[in-house]
């Protein structure tokens, strides 16, 4: 059983950064996906980045040019790098992996919510 725990949030002022870390206590063998997800109150969830297990990634046009997604496969780590945050980038951001394409599971929630494997989030909130 892989289990997901993500750190790295807080509050900060526009404009600032911050960078999310999903950690993952096993390894998720033959190909899959592993991506970032986030949901503000009221809203639905949406996806933000997505990498596949042969490095292509996919990101949302909400938060491209501002945000990258990379892992560490010997640490097995999947950070989130976020630049330039907006209030509009608040949200419970959680981590998730399993069967799937990036760019799939992020402009579908349907496909995202199937992935089998989900953290329990972390808190990102950005005031003006």
């Known amino acids: 059983q892989v289990q997901l725990a993500e750190s790295g949030g807080g509050s900060v002022q526009a404009g600032a950064s911050l960078r999310l870390e999903c950690a993952s206590s096993g390894s998720i063998t033959g190909r899959h996906v592993m991506g970032w997800f986030r949901q503000a109150p009221g809203k639905e969830r949406e996806g933000v980045a997505a990498r596949d297990n042969d490095g292509t990634v996919y990101y949302a046009d909400s938060v491209k040019g501002r945000v990258t997604i990379s892992k560490d496969n010997a640490k097995n780590i999947l950070y989130l790098e976020m630049n330039n945050l907006n209030p509009g980038d608040t949200g419970l951001y959680s981590c998730?992996?399993?069967?799937?394409?990036?760019?799939?599971?992020?402009?579908?929630?349907?496909?995202?919510?199937?992935?089998?494997?989900w953290g329990r989030g972390t808190q990102v909130t950005v005031s003006s």
């Open positions: 998730a992996a399993g069967i799937g394409r990036s760019e799939v599971v992020v402009e579908y929630p349907v496909a995202a919510a199937a992935l089998r494997f």
